[in-house]
């Protein structure tokens, strides 16, 4: 699942930027990017950042029908996909079928919208003098979520545990170890910065990591 957050204008901004996060259905493992600008050339950049982090083989994905993502809606209305979309081509050229969700249904996307809540969560409660530091912080807090936040729907085992579990289960489905990857980066003290300060940014995360509810 692939969706995009809008990003809070930092004091050393002149624009808000976008959050791209892809989601692994079976897995619950994240990665996520900042851009600058929602096009169609940073989503296909994006996937192609997604296909080279993830361990596993890439089948299907899911977006909305964002114009970054779909020529689905074009000046005349609703249309079958061209095939031509920048992101489309990158789905092509690693054999991965995309799935659109049905209009106005923004549910059918809502394991990658939860997570966005959890986003919103990080953001909402923690102070940021800088660009840099939301970007520090975000990217310890999926590195925390993938290897330390058991998820409910996985049994309670963190999203790496998993990945490394399906991958005994089924390795013909990854081309690589669970490990030492991109989106994957393991940091002792990723994420541990609760009511804290550093350069100026308090960085937030459980002490204690919690459940998916």
């Not at 361990?55 to 993502?69: P, R, S, W």
């Not at 979309?85 to 249904?105: A, G, T, W, Y």
């Not at 590195?143 to 409910?152: D, L, S, V």
């Amino acid at each position: 699942h692939i969706d995009i957050k809008y990003l809070p204008k930092m004091p050393d901004e002149q624009a808000h930027r976008y959050l791209f996060v892809a989601i692994d259905r079976a897995t619950r493992w994240v990665y996520a990017k900042v851009f600058a600008q929602k096009t169609a050339a940073n989503a296909s950049a994006f996937l192609q950042q997604v296909i080279a982090a993830a361990a596993f083989k890439i089948e299907k994905v899911l977006t909305d029908n964002g114009k970054e993502f779909t020529d689905r809606f074009c000046a005349t209305g609703e249309r079958e996909p061209t095939g031509r979309h920048r992101f489309d081509l990158v789905c092509k050229e690693h054999q991965i079928e995309h799935r659109l969700i049905p209009p106005s249904h923004p549910q059918t996307n809502g394991m990658v919208e939860r997570f966005n809540g959890r986003i919103a969560e990080v953001v909402a409660t923690t102070r940021f003098d800088s660009g840099k530091k939301l970007e520090e912080t975000l990217h310890h807090y999926v590195q925390m979520y993938n290897h330390q936040i058991p998820q409910k729907a996985l049994g309670h085992v963190s999203p790496v545990q998993a990945l490394k579990n399906w991958q005994q289960k089924e390795p013909e489905r990854f081309k690589k170890q669970v490990y030492n990857l991109s989106g994957l980066d393991t940091e002792n003290n990723a994420g541990r910065y609760r009511s804290r300060s550093c350069n100026g940014a308090a960085f937030w995360s459980p002490i204690r990591s919690s459940p998916d509810r």
